[in-house]
């Protein structure tokens, strides 16, 4: 199986890396990277005619189009891990890097990686497994109907360990016809290998990044577990043992339950989508030792933890240019624009999801800034009322705080978070804006670092 044809395109490892490697190549983001600019005027336009149709037609429409993705069961045994990490190093201009970063996924890691010209190779993956007649609300139904496949995957790939998600919370119009098998290397694959002999410059560094989030997770065999629930505003305890919230949503949904029965967890795992196996790690390190490069470590608890500090970084760095300060992009998953933001000299914050927690961290950051003039917010619309999300309304409250202009940036605020036309239309908004700056000369990594270190919760040092 082509791994073009295995691995999910509406996933935040896919996006990150179309975004990072287009901007390497000096190009923009237009359609979340999918299609040609040129497409995106009728894209929007026929996306946005879904905004008019009910609310269960627009989730049924969403959910297929994430189905049509997705690999059926009885191929999952024709998944190569070699050929997943060809796919993922193929989208990088063939030059040397001052920078490899290599490990978890993560918006504003791209941010940093744009700013000194380097490359990021994810630890992770999304391989959507198609399935039918297993209800979301049903996580023991789902293990049973796709477990042999999983088995088969791991059994298949031994560099490779299988994290099983199933989150019928944020991800219940996805999981209706297919399931989440997030792939892990837990060594470095010979892709990767190979592209750090060939494309790291001389003198240059490998940086290992490590989000040392956990789940609770139940172990179905050897490098094979099964992850119940996900980060989001929802608790690992809420997953397990129900409550309100919980009720509230499944009640929403016309769910026959008010709780979930999901499998006894036995132990805990790197969180599926954003965790680094640490294994990984070890096999930079030995990777790096015998020949003699510069292997460091960069650590953080979450993964929202980079974003006040890349933030702060890019405006120090623009700052250090004689360029205004006072532009602040939000971006949301994998609606992110490191072009876009450098050409327009805006000061990039990522959220991980539009949720209450996530924008009080940006409210959070907000009140220890100097106030910015003008404040854009992306919003990734998953079509799902889930736990804890933050309305249009709340976030235009956060971009009022501007102190010139403040708003939502190519989203239908009646609509979210069912506006599928934004995926074309935020990209749209972001090259109007008039001020244009010069991508400038790339940021020193050693200067980078220093920024970093020393910031609450993050830790950049040698790998030892």
Not at 98 to 106: C, L, Y
Not at 123 to 142: C, H, I, K, M, N
Not at 440 to 455: C, E, K, M, N, V
Request: aromatic letters at 10%; proline letters at 8%; one cysteine or more.
């Amino acid at each position: 199986m082509k791994a073009s044809k295995a691995i999910a395109s509406f996933d935040s490892a896919t996006g990150m890396l179309r975004a990072l490697s287009r901007f390497l190549a000096g190009r923009d983001v237009p359609a979340l990277g999918k299609l040609p600019a040129a497409f995106e005027s009728p894209l929007s336009g026929l996306l946005g005619g879904l905004n008019r149709l009910p609310v269960a037609v627009r989730e049924r429409a969403y959910a297929v189009s994430g189905w049509a993705e997705a690999i059926p069961q009885h191929r999952v045994g024709e998944v190569r891990s070699d050929a997943l990490a060809e796919w993922v190093t193929g989208h990088y201009p063939r030059r040397r890097y001052p920078v490899i970063f290599i490990g978890s996924a993560n918006g504003a890691l791209v941010h940093l990686a744009a700013a000194l010209d380097a490359a990021w190779l994810p630890q992770t993956l999304l391989l959507p497994v198609r399935r039918r007649g297993v209800a979301p609300d049903d996580p023991r139904g789902d293990l049973a109907a796709v477990g042999e496949a999983g088995r088969t995957l791991v059994a298949s790939n031994p560099d490779l360990v299988l994290h099983h998600m199933h989150d019928p919370n944020q991800d219940r119009l996805m999981i209706a016809g297919m399931t989440y098998f997030r792939i892990k290397w837990h060594r470095l694959p010979a892709a990767y290998r190979r592209f750090i002999r060939d494309h790291l410059a001389p003198g240059g560094m490998l940086v290992g990044v490590d989000c040392t989030l956990r789940w609770p997770t139940t172990r179905i065999d050897d490098r094979y577990v099964f992850q119940f629930g996900a980060l989001g505003d929802a608790t690992p305890e809420e997953y397990r043992l129900g409550g309100p919230r919980v009720a509230g949503l499944l009640a929403r949904y016309g769910s026959p339950v008010r709780r979930w029965d999901p499998p006894a967890a036995d132990g805990d795992s790197p969180e599926a989508e954003w965790g680094t196996d640490p294994t990984l790690l070890d096999d930079i390190r030995a990777f790096a030792g015998p020949r003699g490069l510069d292997a460091q470590l960069l650590r953080f608890d979450t993964p929202q933890r980079l974003s006040p500090a890349v933030a702060d970084l890019y405006r120090t760095w623009y700052a250090d240019r004689g360029l205004p300060t006072g532009r602040l992009l939000v971006e949301s998953f994998l609606l992110l624009e490191p072009w876009w933001a450098l050409r327009t000299g805006s000061v990039p914050y990522w959220t991980v999801f539009g949720t209450q927690a996530f924008r009080a961290h940006l409210e959070a950051y907000l009140d220890a800034s100097a106030p910015y003039d003008e404040i854009r917010i992306l919003l990734f619309n998953h079509g799902t009322d889930s736990i804890g999300l933050a309305g249009a309304q709340d976030w235009r409250c956060t971009a009022a705080r501007a102190r010139k202009i403040g708003l939502l940036t190519g989203v239908d605020a009646a609509a979210y978070p069912r506006d599928f036309a934004s995926f074309v239309r935020s990209h749209r908004a972001l090259s109007k804006i008039r001020t244009r700056c010069p991508l400038p000369p790339s940021l020193d990594i050693t200067s980078a670092a220093a920024a970093l270190t020393g910031r609450e919760e993050i830790v950049w040092r040698p790998m030892r």
